[in-house]
């Protein structure tokens, strides 16, 4: 071996002892992190665990005071509500005229038999002991009597405490809780008396004490008590299932094999009145318990305990580190298959953005839509104050209200668009089912749309070709659909020009018919760039021919959704600066007998809105409401007076009643046929307007049966129609009050 091929030799030899130095530092690094991040995780494990038993620990104390607190709290009402039933007795007693010892043995059994009490007796100063039937079956000798003086020894007020008594029969005792109340200064045949009490069986409060929060396999792991302040045992539930043979609670922590508090110490406690918890264990048990203590108001001298097995936040926690370490393996799996949903859904990211855009042109349309015509609505006001005593500018105020009136209005629609809107997108439509006329329902379209349409100037042409003139449909819902239509029309129709409602139907089998409602104008037309978008919320069309005209953006939303909810469709054709044609079709069942009170309707081909047109159907329903008066029951009192002038302007004698139970005196102390009729306001204090129809009902008078009344309200959920109906309301009326429909309803029509 020459001297050049040694050094490529030598060379190579250090070349390679360098590459396994690296390797074998690289070993010891990759070693060296593995132990780490072993030591690392077994740190973060172990601080976990620890953290995570704290955490058990805490979420459990703090789930024992929640419940102990409630069971505390429901058993403070209950005996609250105990002694305030043992004053009212007595002072029934007082009301009854019971003055002699005779009149209130005879009482106290009623008493007993209406309470929740099982006996009742009165004390007296010298320890005689009135009873009657009820009392004395069970009541012992001499003892009892001394036992109950005993309680109010010390000048207790009211007293709470175990009475227990063994049944004259086999001797079994019967296990009761006593409740007793201080007299002041209540005499019987000249005997005077200490105290009222009453005693019941002892399950009315274990029943409020019972733990099921934390059994396992039928068997509760919780435990509560009701002790005195001696420690002595008043209820203990599962006593037996804590080898507790003890009716008093220190000999039974006497016998702990580990406690972290003593006897003294619990006793100092409880004499402070404070909150505490420790852990305690007696020889056999398998887990320790924790005791959690907390005191009653100072007045009852008690303390409420629950007990909880040490084994159900050790489950728990075993149960989360189990799921930790579960977690912990699946976490990389997961990231993996989130990456791959994050990398398949990016189309995702670009809707949710697209949704919060649309929010917030939510917003802002919205803000727009209520602030520009509140601002106009609260200058106009100014305006009227101002000028109200201005007598040469009556002309202008005037107009100044009619705006005002059509702002308002307007600010109405928008709030029941938006509601309805609401309640189609989260699939809450109500599509109620109902015979109806279609010459009726486009005679009142017409009706409430001819004035609007003729005065901008515009022809209102109507078309009927009925085949089926009474159908299965929702009256209320199709109607607003084509009030949305046409109403839309007529916002976008030049003066001179016209507009065309339609209906026809075609019979598709011997039950159904497709009924297809066609609105054309002759207006300012849609562009091709937003036919495609006029069904969606807010939207609506900006170009120098809409400018001014105010809209929602909604109501053709909301018509969408509707017919789509009819098991219809809506479509639209329309050519810019030519006009606009709007076709509704909506499938139906043929009603073949049209209902009874349809029937004049069906014969008149007139329409319930407008029977006061002809005359005799005004003057009849006038004079038969006009016979007696109209009680407004309304408790906010703008809306009273408001609601009462109206009428009184319209030559109807008028009541006011500001709640239910007012409602219900006044129409009890009316002459009979007086009251005519009642508009009640469903929410109202004291007595809510369902409470107060029904005892109106129950009145025996015959004109209690017979006198309408009206359910006013500011829901309009079809839920809260049903429940004004089948409460037995005649009629329903949405807040605000559409003056109109108010006056139609009472049988005055307008002209």
């Not at 200058?379 to 100044?400: K, V």
């Amino acid at each position: 071996m020459d001297f050049s091929t040694k050094k490529e030799y030598d060379e190579s030899k250090v070349i390679n002892k360098g590459m396994e130095l690296v390797e074998k530092k690289h070993r010891y690094v990759y070693l060296l992190l593995v132990v780490s991040a072993l030591l690392i995780i077994f740190g973060v494990t172990f601080t976990y665990i620890r953290q995570l038993n704290r955490t058990i620990l805490d979420n459990i104390i703090h789930s024992i005071s929640e419940i102990a607190a409630h069971d505390k709290s429901t058993i403070e009402t209950y005996i609250e509500i105990c002694w305030e039933d043992l004053a009212e007795i007595q002072e029934r007693f007082v009301n009854y005229g019971c003055e002699s010892i005779e009149d209130i043995e005879s009482r106290m059994d009623l008493e007993c038999e209406a309470s929740s009490f099982t006996h009742i007796y009165l004390l007296a100063e010298d320890g005689t002991l009135c009873m009657g039937q009820c009392g004395a079956e069970d009541l012992g000798g001499v003892s009892s009597k001394e036992e109950l003086m005993s309680y109010f020894a010390n000048g207790e007020e009211r007293v709470v405490a175990r009475f227990d008594e063994k049944t004259a029969g086999d001797g079994t005792v019967k296990e009761q809780i006593l409740y007793g109340v201080r007299l002041q200064d209540y005499e019987v045949d000249g005997m005077r008396m200490l105290a009222m009490i009453g005693v019941s069986d002892i399950s009315s409060i274990q029943d409020k004490m019972v733990i099921d929060s934390y059994k396992k396999d039928g068997h509760g792991r919780g435990h509560s008590a009701l002790i005195d302040m001696e420690g002595n045992y008043i209820v203990d539930i599962g006593k037996e299932g804590y080898r507790n043979k003890y009716n008093n609670l220190f000999d039974h922590l006497a016998e702990a094999v580990s406690s972290e508090m003593n006897n003294e110490e619990v006793a100092e406690k409880l004499k402070s009145r404070e909150t505490f918890a420790f852990y305690h264990s007696h020889e056999g048990e398998e887990h320790q318990e924790l005791f959690y203590f907390i005191p009653f108001d100072e007045e009852m001298n008690l303390y409420f305990i629950m007990s909880l097995s040490e084994s159900v936040f050790t489950e728990q926690s075993k149960t989360f580190v189990t799921m930790s370490m579960v977690m912990l393996v699946l976490s990389m799996m997961t990231v993996v298959i989130m990456l791959l949903i994050v990398m398949k859904y990016q189309n995702k990211t670009l809707i949710a953005a697209e949704r919060t855009r649309s929010q917030r042109e939510f917003l802002s349309n919205m803000s727009h839509e209520i602030r520009t015509p509140l601002n106009g609505l609260i200058g106009m006001n100014h305006l009227i104050m101002a000028h109200i005593d201005n007598e040469g500018q009556r002309g202008q105020i005037r107009e100044w209200l009619r705006k005002s009136q059509s702002t308002a209005n307007y600010l109405l629609s928008l709030v029941n668009d938006v509601l309805d809107m609401s309640k189609l997108q989260a699939g809450k439509v109500d599509i109620i089912r109902e015979p109806m006329l279609i010459s009726s329902m486009i005679d009142e379209i017409v009706a409430m749309q001819a004035d609007n349409i003729e005065s901008r100037g515009v022809e209102f042409i109507v078309e009927k070709e009925i085949k089926v003139p009474c159908i299965a449909g929702d009256v209320t819902r199709t109607k607003q659909i084509l009030m949305n239509i046409v109403g839309n029309a007529a916002k976008f129709t030049p003066k001179g020009k016209w507009i065309k409602l339609s209906v026809s139907q075609r019979q598709t089998d011997e039950s159904h018919v497709l009924t297809t409602y066609c609105c054309e104008d002759r207006g300012i037309g849609i562009s091709k760039e937003y036919i495609g978008q006029i069904f969606d919320s807010f939207s609506q069309e900006r170009h120098r021919h809409s400018e001014g005209i105010k809209g929602t953006g909604l109501g053709m939303a909301i018509s969408k959704l509707l017919t789509n909810a009819m098991g219809g469709d809506i479509t639209v054709e329309s050519e810019l600066n030519v006009g606009s044609t709007f076709t509704v079709t909506i499938p139906s069942l043929i009603v073949k007998e049209i209902p009874e009170y349809l029937q004049e309707e069906a014969e008149e081909c007139g329409d319930r809105c407008q029977k006061g047109d002809a005359g005799a159907g005004e003057e009849q329903a006038g004079s038969t409401w006009r016979q007696g008066k109209i009680m407004v029951v309304e408790d906010v009192d703008l809306n009273a007076e408001v609601l009462l002038e109206i009428l009184s302007m319209e030559g109807f004698e008028t009541a006011h009643a500001a709640n239910g139970q007012e409602a219900l005196n006044m129409f009890r102390e009316s002459a009979p046929g007086e009251c005519a009729i009642i508009l009640m306001d469903m929410q109202m204090p004291e007595m809510d307007a369902c409470t107060a129809e029904a005892e109106i009902r129950k009145l025996t008078r015959a004109d209690a049966a017979s006198v309408l009344i009206y359910a006013c309200t500011a829901n309009t959920f079809q839920e809260d129609r049903e429940r004004a109906i089948q409460s037995g309301m005649d009629d329903f009326l949405t807040k605000p009050i559409d003056v109109s429909v108010l006056l139609k309803k009472m049988g005055k029509a307008v002209r």
